[in-house]
């Protein structure tokens, strides 16, 4: 990895592309990283003003998907940096862990607008009940 490379976004194709050959890394890296990157750029792109029953579940299901997707990419990027002998590849997991803090801010101010846009049942259901409202620490 070269000085001053770092991660733009959760996409995993930056990874892929910019590790070094020899880096060795969690086997769920990738995975998670898609995982949470595909929900955090999908919710945006559903109507906030949707009153549409399917639109309103889609939202508050982005928002718990993303949970697990930043818990376990948080985990894999940790297991990936403790395998790691270079100080820029070190910084460049490191930005992803910043990267998945913005998203966790996000999410967290997701779920005070699904709450003020009225779409408090599917909150208690998916989010809330489970406890997965709770913010992940990075």
Known sequence: MNKGDIPTNLDPAWWTSHKNKDQKEDSKLVSRLLFAHNHYI????LDINSKDPKVMRERV????????????????IQ??????????????????????KKAEMDRQNWIKIERG?????NLEEMVIGPGLDKQIQF
């Open 42 to 45: 999908h919710y945006p792109k």
């Open 61 to 76: 299901n982005m928002i718990r998907q993303l949970v697990a997707g930043l818990k376990e990419g948080k985990e894999a």
């Open 79 to 100: 297991n990936t940096i403790k395998l790691t002998k270079d100080a820029y590849t070190k910084i460049a997991l490191n930005h992803y862990l910043e990267l998945m």
């Open 117 to 121: 846009v009225g779409n408090t049942a």
